[in-house]
């Protein structure tokens, strides 16, 4: 994990939850207990702030700075204003279940897709002409890459491409 004093950001275009971003190991010890003492809790928070939860029509993530859910109608695309559900709205209604221990249940009674949260969600963000994926195949060339070398077949796909 990167550290970081606590109070910067990470340097993406756009803040991220700034979970696993940790100062000192103070901080990170204090982040595995709170891990240990409430799991559901911990992770939740993560969760809510690193993907896209489905519920009623619409694609939610929460905003960790301002703590308030935004995202996409699922029907049309359309970004929806902030404050879409309250602040402690969660789309699930148990984040960790341990009640069948040691068969454990994440986030029941919420829907999510590895699809939107991968491909989707970049699109409508305005990312659809980024790089998704990066080929390049086993042959090489010395030549190419004003003589640094590179691949002989490369290929690269955006994130609209993907959905195509």
């Known amino acids: 994990m990167a550290r970081r004093p606590s109070d ?3 340097q ?3 803040p991220g939850s700034g979970w696993g971003v940790l100062g000192s190991e103070e901080q990170e ?3 595995r207990a709170a891990a240990a003492g409430d799991p559901g809790s911990f992770h939740g928070d993560i969760a809510s702030a690193e993907l896209h939860w489905f519920d009623d029509g619409a694609w939610l993530r929460r905003d960790p700075f301002k703590d308030a859910w935004g995202g996409f109608d699922a029907a049309s695309g359309a970004a929806l204003d902030e ?3 309250a602040p402690d709205w969660r ?3 148990t984040a960790f279940d341990d009640s069948d221990a040691p068969f454990y249940r994440w986030f029941h009674g919420a829907r999510t897709n590895a ?3 991968e491909v989707d969600r970049h699109v409508l963000g305005g990312r659809g002409a980024h790089e998704a994926f990066r080929f390049e195949g086993d042959r090489w060339d010395p030549s190419r890459n004003d003589d640094r070398g590179g691949p002989v077949v490369e290929r690269i ?7 195509l």
Not at 157 to 163: A, K, N, T, V
């Open 29 to 31: 010890t204090a982040a």
């Open 115 to 117: 699809c939107f949260n």
């Open 157 to 163: 796909i955006s994130f609209r491409e993907l959905l």
């Open 83 to 85: 404050g879409a559900r």
């Open 91 to 93: 789309p699930w209604s």
């Open 12 to 14: 993406d275009s756009k």
């Open 8 to 10: 910067e950001k990470p």
